[in-house]
Nanobody, 116 residues
C-alpha cells in the first residue's frame, strides 16, 4: 500500500520559516520525481517545487530564492524548507510522487498558515 505522509505544517508569522516533510512508503522512492503542490482557498492547486529522481529541481517563480526542496533516498523522504514566508504562502501543501508517465500518488496534505 502506497502512503505519502506530510508533516511540519502549522502557523507562522510573516518572515518566518517552516520545514515540511513527506515520508513515502510502498514505492521505490528513488525512481520517483517528488513534488510539493499547494492549494489556497478558492484557488487551483499549483506546483510549488519539484525534485527529479536525478536531483534536478524546479520552483514556482514566486517561491524562488525562499523555498528549497530536497530529498533523502535513504529515508524515503522529501523536504520543503520554506523561508521568508508571506501571507500569500498560506495554503494546504500536498506531497506528490510521479513516475513512469502516468503514475501519481498524493498525500493528504498539511496546512500552512502565515499571518500576524
Amino acid at each position: 500500500q502506497v502512503q505519502l505522509v506530510e508533516s511540519g505544517g502549522g502557523w507562522v508569522q510573516p518572515g518566518g520559516s517552516l520545514r515540511l516533510s513527506c515520508a513515502a512508503s510502498g514505492i521505490m522512492f528513488s525512481i520517483f520525481h517528488m513534488g510539493w503542490y499547494r492549494q489556497a482557498p478558492g484557488k487551483q492547486r499549483e506546483l510549488v517545487a519539484q525534485i527529479t529522481s536525478g536531483g534536478s529541481t524546479t520552483y514556482l517563480d514566486s517561491v524562488k530564492g525562499r523555498f528549497t526542496i530536497s530529498r533523502d533516498n535513504a529515508k524515503n523522504t522529501v523536504y520543503l524548507l520554506m523561508n521568508s514566508l508571506k501571507p500569500d504562502d498560506t495554503a494546504d501543501y500536498y506531497c506528490n510522487a510521479h513516475c513512469c508517465g502516468d503514475v501519481d500518488y498524493w498525500g493528504k496534505g498539511t496546512l500552512v498558515t502565515v499571518s500576524s
